[in-house]
């Protein structure tokens, strides 16, 4: 009916970061965790009964950026004190202020709380990026330690991982083999909700030095890195989670459920990707 099934967001986060899950860290109230229709107490009770679900020694990095500073600091703070590991910052969207804007936003929220910032690079959805040289001058603030790099350019990135020591995961699924190759660490993903033990096992391929299997890895999961976004990744996500019978529950407006029609896709595209969906 549109509340926060609290019972429901704990088991989905225990699966997640179980074996059969295959993640190591969870994202609380980023994108796919609708951010923008949560309320300030929804986002602190999620935090807070998370962290009791999954206990002290998973990492939990909750999603406090918004394009109003002052309210950012707010929920940096709020989830510092529910009991998050790390905040996710990104780009003021709408707003869309000058690289110095940004620069001192970051610093405001980092220096608002205890937590370390991951910085989240997307500007399609932001409209604007963080340029290289913003992104070499916020390394510098010892809070600042990584970047979900969503922008799509490997070329920028590449340069900011080799004159930094940000670690950069991507922020799109497709292009974390790619990002691998210029010293990216992993993926803040969104098809690890159904995927996550094959996108942690090309990881650990990359990582050992098999770059066949990484590659074979990558090819193999196209089409579900591709079919999670026909229409958009919380809608088919949360459609795939309802499926395998986790409690994912309806989007709220303005997004809309998955239609029948939609739903047949992403079990084709899923089957190519060798994930199944049960009937």
Request: with cysteine.
């Amino acid at each position: 009916d549109g509340r926060l099934d609290v019972a429901g967001a704990q088991e989905l986060a225990q699966h997640l970061v179980s074996p059969a899950g295959g993640n190591d860290g969870l994202v609380l109230y980023g994108t796919t965790g609708e951010a923008p229709t949560l309320s300030d107490e929804e986002n602190e009770v999620i935090v807070r009964e998370v962290r009791d679900a999954v206990g002290p020694t998973v990492k939990l990095i909750a999603g406090v950026g918004s394009n109003d500073t002052a309210h950012s600091i707010e929920q940096a703070q709020r989830a510092q004190k529910a009991g998050a590991d790390g905040s996710l910052v990104v780009a003021p969207y709408y707003n869309r202020p000058p690289q110095s804007g940004l620069v001192a936003h970051v610093h405001a929220v980092a220096d608002a709380a205890e937590l370390p910032v991951m910085l989240y690079d997307i500007p399609v959805r932001s409209g604007i990026a963080f340029e290289t040289e913003t992104l070499l001058r916020l390394a510098e603030h010892p809070r600042i330690i990584a970047v979900k790099d969503a922008k799509s350019d490997i070329a920028a990135s590449s340069e900011v991982i080799a004159k930094t020591d940000l670690a950069f995961y991507s922020g799109d699924d497709i292009n974390l083999l790619p990002l691998l190759a210029v010293g990216g660490v992993g993926v803040v993903s969104v098809c690890a909700h159904v995927a996550g033990p094959a996108i942690a096992s090309l990881i650990a391929a990359y990582d050992e030095g098999r770059f066949g299997d990484a590659l074979a890895l990558h090819q193999r999961l196209l089409p579900v890195f591709r079919g999670t976004f026909r229409t958009q990744g919380t809608i088919l996500t949360k459609a795939a989670l309802n499926i395998l019978g986790l409690p994912a529950g309806p989007v709220r407006l303005p997004l809309v459920d998955a239609t029948p029609e939609q739903i047949a896709v992403l079990r084709d595209d899923y089957a190519a990707g060798g994930v199944t969906l049960p009937a």
